[in-house]
Every structure is written in structure tokens, then in C-alpha cells.
């Protein structure tokens, strides 16, 4: 077997994060690449806050149907929707949420493939 010189370092679930502008906790940071991740603590320009990048969050929907299961999307207004389009993949669905304004539904972010 050939040697792969991989050093374990971090379970993953977090990550470091140089803050560009003015974050708030709950923030969601869309990362180069496509990952997104959740701000733990708030920072100014130059902070270094942790992200999470697993896990399942609860998030206002757009006030339309979304299934278990189904890819979300975040639109720039902070709300999730299942309706592709050019808003940031954010994971997948892990509760169902029904039509009507201010319903919420749970995400497993950073799961699934984005645009399925």
C-alpha cells in the first residue's frame, strides 16, 4: 500500500474564517467553491470567526411548498426556496414545509448536489 502522508488535523465540522465585511451570528458565508457556512459568533473586517459546515439549521422559506428531501437554495433576501435559479445551493430539505409566509424549514446544509 502505498504511503499517503495524510495527518489527521480537524473533525471538519468547523473552519476558520477571515471576515471580509461585517458579520452577524447566523450569518450563512458562501466560500469559493461552492461551501457554505454558518457564522458562530459575529466579527468585523479582519476577525477571524469559526464557520459550521455541517449540520442542520432552520431557515424562513419563500413562502412556497419545499419537500423532504428536495435541494434548497438561499436567495438574497435570506429566505430558502426549491425553486432553482441563481441563488446559492445551501443543501437539502431534511423537514417538508408547507405554502404560506413565515413557515420555516430544518437543512442539512452543505449535503446533496447542488442544482440536482
Known amino acids: 500500500m502505498a504511503k499517503e502522508n495524510a495527518i489527521f488535523r480537524r473533525n471538519g465540522k468547523r473552519l476558520d474564517y477571515v471576515c471580509t465585511a461585517n458579520v452577524a451570528p447566523g450569518d450563512v458565508i458562501k466560500m469559493t467553491g461552492g461551501i457554505i457556512g454558518v457564522a458562530e459568533a459575529g466579527g468585523v473586517q479582519h476577525d477571524v470567526i469559526a464557520l459550521t459546515t455541517e449540520g442542520v439549521f432552520e431557515f424562513v422559506t419563500d413562502a412556497q411548498k419545499i419537500d423532504q428531501g428536495a435541494p434548497v437554495y438561499l436567495k438574497a433576501d435570506g429566505k430558502v426556496t426549491a425553486t432553482k435559479g441563481s441563488d446559492t445551493f445551501i443543501g437539502v430539505a431534511w423537514t417538508a ?15 446533496g448536489v447542488a442544482g440536482a
Do not use: E, S
Not at 414545509?97 to 449535503?111: F, M, Q
Open 97 to 111: 414545509a408547507v405554502a404560506g409566509a413565515g413557515n420555516t424549514v430544518l437543512v442539512k446544509i452543505n449535503c
